[in-house]
């Protein structure tokens, strides 16, 4: 049996609420600006994410929208979309700037739209079947 995978391994990954609507939308919109492929994904609470977060030493409670493993780091809430941001392509990486918000401030804001997003944006009940663009960007 080979061991569980590392975010070292595999670059910059992120770990989804597939049901979401929000989320699905955000890793298509991800994937749009991210030409290079350098991003990868898994849903948060699947078997393979659960391996990362081991393996990235995270044992606590996570947010339930989204996280970022990347260069031995886990981000999460605010600081993951900024770091998602910085790496697509121009002119996202401009978001970067929000980092003079106080962390505690630019966390009030997220956890406030991710509190909100089944009933502003839909859940997914269903599994749909991810495009071959997509599919090759999954890593579960």
């Known amino acids: 049996m080979s061991p569980p995978p590392t975010a070292a ?11 979401c609507l929000l989320c699905l939308g955000a ?3 991800v994937i749009r600006r991210d ?9 948060l609470h699947s078997a393979t994410a659960g391996a990362l977060l081991a393996a990235a030493g995270v044992t606590g409670p996570l947010p339930d929208s989204v996280v970022l493993l990347a260069g031995g780091r886990v981000f999460t809430r605010s600081a993951a979309v900024l770091e998602i941001a910085r790496r697509l ?8 700037v929000l980092r003079v918000v106080p962390r505690c401030l630019r966390d009030w804001v997220y956890d406030q739209v991710a509190r909100r997003r089944y009933r502003w944006f839909g ?4 599994c749909g079947v991810p495009t071959p663009e997509v599919r090759g960007r999954l890593l579960d």
């Open 9 to 19: 391994d595999q670059g910059a990954i992120v770990l989804f609420d597939a049901t």
């Open 89 to 96: 392509r121009a002119p996202w990486p401009l978001l970067g």
């Open 27 to 29: 890793v298509r919109f």
């Open 123 to 126: 859940r997914n009940d269903a």
């Open 35 to 43: 030409p290079r492929a350098r991003i990868r994904f898994a849903a």
